[in-house]
């Protein structure tokens, strides 16, 4: 089988090819970022932003609304070509968004297939629908598909290319609580079976703590706290460290002690 090689996208943010397959060219990081900066105008968005996504590290980055993590995310998954400083991936990249993003005029398996470069894209892709739990609606409509299926498909197209780097743009907000419930330990079990580096993107401090190896606050433009998580999963909220953590985070989003319950 051929090497993989590192994704490259060719823009102002400065990268390079390199196949990780080779041991002595192997990159130590997931995705690395340095000095990203994205301006809309003359507002700033994102300013000098560094970040290693180590290889298989889980990791959460939460921030008020419009500090920019979506951009973040959509700047290494290589569709935003205005953003300037260095950014490196090794691997295929896959992204889940908010919204499914399913076409509409294909059945299931064919949106998990979609661009798929296999021997037998139709064998992979139901395989990737049995792992979400979805093998008996590989024929279905996406019109068809409750939010929580429509998701599970989103995440099956995403894990069917097998990627170095999964991104997740707050992919459960729109889910019911028992849903997201659900949501959250297939993607924690489909995490541990694969092992991608993942980089979530959430406004949900408690999803946040119970997912991630490690929780980033974006705030101005700028990762502004970084706390690791060493607490054993499956993760009880109630726990005296994440408890403190989540007092931690809030504080660092801005949220006054008062209103944290």
């Known amino acids: 089988m051929a090497p993989r090689l590192r994704a ?3 823009h102002s943010a400065e990268r390079a090819l390199v196949s990780p397959a080779d041991p002595l060219a192997a990159p130590a990081t997931a995705a690395s970022v340095r000095g990203l900066s994205r301006k809309f105008g003359d507002r ?12 298989g590290e889980f990791i959460a ?3 008020r609304s419009g500090s920019g ?4 995310l959509r700047a290494l998954a290589g569709l935003d070509r205005e953003v300037t400083g260095r950014l490196s991936a090794a691997g295929p990249v896959s992204v889940a968004f908010q919204e499914p993003r399913l076409v509409p005029w294909k059945r299931v398996l064919a949106n998990v297939a979609l661009g798929l470069r296999a021997a037998d894209p139709e064998a992979t892709a139901r395989t990737a629908l049995g792992e979400v739990g979805l093998a008996e609606r590989a024929s279905a409509w996406p019109a068809t598909l409750s939010g929580g299926e429509a998701q599970r498909a989103s995440l099956a197209r995403a894990l069917v290319r097998d990627p170095r780097l999964l991104l ?6 729109s889910l019911d609580a028992l849903t997201r419930i659900t949501m959250h330990r297939l993607v924690l079990n489909l995490w541990i079976r694969h092992r991608p580096a993942v980089l979530l993107v959430t406004h949900d401090v408690d999803e946040a703590l119970a997912l991630a190896d490690r929780v980033l606050v974006l705030g101005e433009g700028r990762i502004t706290h970084s706390s690791l998580i060493t607490v054993p999963r499956p993760r009880d909220r109630d726990h005296p460290d994440l408890v403190a953590l989540r007092l931690r985070l809030l504080t660092e989003l801005g949220v006054p002690a008062g209103e944290t319950d």
């Open 44 to 55: 700033t968005v994102l300013h000098g932003v560094d970040l290693d996504i180590a290889h």
């Open 61 to 63: 980055l939460i921030g």
């Open 168 to 173: 997740l743009d707050e992919p459960f907000s």
């Open 69 to 72: 993590k979506s951009t973040l």
């Open 8 to 10: 490259v996208k060719e």
